[in-house]
């Protein structure tokens, strides 16, 4: 699909009739689709426009349920973790809701050189991440797009003990064909991107200047990133800018699209709130503000319409809101985040460079030992990627259950990684006690081979995985 191509994927007379028709759905529609949803096939766009009308509180919390036991049956209770990497907060563009923008005298612009992207990149590592999201502004020091790339080989090339960054994945602006096939070569995990809003007028209102006003030139991203062979694509929308119903039923839409163009889906959706950004009016009084009940219905919502695409929930969102997510559905999530170029090494979140304010602030072994507390298995895992586990394969997979074969045992291996070279005493001491205890409840196989992978990590192996 090339730029100036309208995009005609996104139909909004459709979602608006959808919406309209789904108004006052009665309690038997609505148990019928949650029946429909326990078979994990799915949901299509009526369905979903139905499940955002519910409100009555039985039917609101028969949803929940329902999207706790696709949570639990698919992925169990593991929880993928990775943090996010600000190379740049250069920018031309002229979102009204990013500090980042190019106007905003509030914020100091910085791109880290390639010896500043290695002590950042040794300052995840030595906390123990083995993924990260490289994230940047939309303009580039002189080199260009070549600075994306470095910036991928110098993550990469760093490495520190028996620490190194695994995976490599990218949330930066849309690119041409040619331009994603340089991506794909430099061994990218997911390309990510979010459309902000799918609703065009409101795209317009919020996007003034640069390549970024541009809806259809974003719209099509995915297009060309999967014709030039980046098969693990994330998408997401930015909630609080448009009425978050339509901007699910948008997503739908675009998902179908790529699924009916390329035979897959996105590999994940990030689902972002608006949060307060230096300089920014409306990104502390978001036109559309999403309440946190709806904000855990957006996460329900979501799980059972694609059951078997990754939702992933960022720092941007408190602890409480983050640990209400993870049982309804969510299976990634960033943590010890700064969204300031520089900001691991600094030791903090400089507000004057950052893109937004965050809503945790905790650092990883925190979040470890919270998240590990309440049962659920952290996971530093990249097996997939790094056997060419992705995209349709990834997805044919899944659904079997590859989750439990594969995924389960190397989450324990690598958690228990993370406890010999990183945990603190206590995160270590709630740590083993929860893998041994997840190994137990294991069936018979995967509990083979997770036993196998621990082995091998308590004889000194590192980077096992099956
Ligand atoms: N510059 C590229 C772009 O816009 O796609 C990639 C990186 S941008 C820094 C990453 C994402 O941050 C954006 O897609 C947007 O959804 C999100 N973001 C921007 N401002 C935000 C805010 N005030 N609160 C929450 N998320 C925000
Ligand atoms: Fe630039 Fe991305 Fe921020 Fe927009 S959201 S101003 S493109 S960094």
Redesign the pocket.
């Known amino acids: 699909m090339k730029s100036n191509d309208i995009c005609m994927f996104i139909q909004e007379d459709a979602i608006e009739k959808t919406l309209a028709a789904s108004h006052s759905a009665e309690t038997l529609a609505v148990r019928d689709i949650l029946a429909k949803a326990r078979q994990l096939q799915g949901l299509d766009l009526a369905d979903v426009a139905t499940l955002c009308s519910v409100s009555d509180p039985q039917l609101l919390s028969e949803l929940f349920d329902t999207a706790m036991y696709a949570k639990e049956t698919i992925y169990g209770k593991r929880l993928v973790i990775f943090a996010p990497l ?1 190379i740049s907060n250069l ?1 031309s ?1 002229e ?1 009204l ?4 923008r190019a106007r905003n005298k509030a914020v100091k612009r910085r791109a880290l050189t390639q010896d500043e992207v290695r002590i950042e990149t040794l300052e995840l590592i030595r906390q123990g991440h083995k993924r990260v999201l490289l ?4 303009s580039y020091p002189k080199e260009g797009f070549d600075y994306v790339l470095k910036s991928i080989e110098t993550v990469y090339d760093t490495a520190e003990g028996p620490g190194q960054i695994r995976r490599v994945n990218v ?4 690119l041409s064909t040619d331009e994603f096939k340089r991506l794909k070569a430099a061994k990218i995990g997911t390309y990510q ?2 459309q ?1 809003t799918y609703h065009r007028p409101t795209y317009k209102n919020v996007h003034l200047g640069g390549q ?1 006003a541009d809806y259809d030139w974003r719209v099509s991203c995915m297009d060309r990133a999967i014709e030039a062979g980046i098969d693990d694509v994330g998408i ?1 929308v ?1 909630f609080g800018l448009f009425d978050w119903r339509f901007e699910l039923l948008a997503l739908m839409q675009h998902i179908r699209h790529l699924e009916k163009t390329f035979g897959i889906g996105p590999h994940t959706i990030s689902v ?6 230096a300089g ?1 009016d409306i ?1 502390s009084q978001p036109p559309k503000p999403v309440s946190d009940i709806d904000f855990r219905k957006i996460v329900a919502i979501l799980r059972l319409a694609v059951p078997y695409t990754g939702i992933i929930m960022s720092t ?1 969102e408190t602890p409480n809101m983050r640990r209400e997510t993870f049982a309804l559905g969510v299976s990634q999530i960033s943590a010890g985040s700064r969204t300031n170029p520089g900001g691991y090494a600094e030791g903090k979140d400089v507000v004057d460079e950052a ?2 304010s965050l809503g945790d602030h905790r650092g990883l072994d925190e979040v470890i030992a919270d998240i590990a507390g309440l049962g659920y298995v952290p996971s530093f895992c990249t097996g997939c990627y790094r056997l060419g586990r992705t995209g349709k394969d990834f997805m044919d997979l899944a659904k079997p259950g590859l989750i439990k074969e594969h995924c389960d045992p190397n989450a324990l291996s690598t958690f228990l990684e993370y406890i010999q070279d990183y945990a603190s005493p206590k995160t270590k001491e709630i740590g083993l006690a929860l893998i041994e205890r997840t190994l137990a409840a294991m069936d018979e196989e995967p509990r083979r081979r997770g036993q196998k992978l621990l082995d091998a990590v308590k004889s000194g192996n590192r980077d096992v995985f099956c």
């Open positions: 600000y920018c563009n979102c809701y990013c500090a980042f994230v940047a502004g939309e949330n930066v602006a849309p991107l979010f902000e970024k997401g930015l972002p709130r608006l949060e307060p950004a920014s990104a941007r893109q937004f």
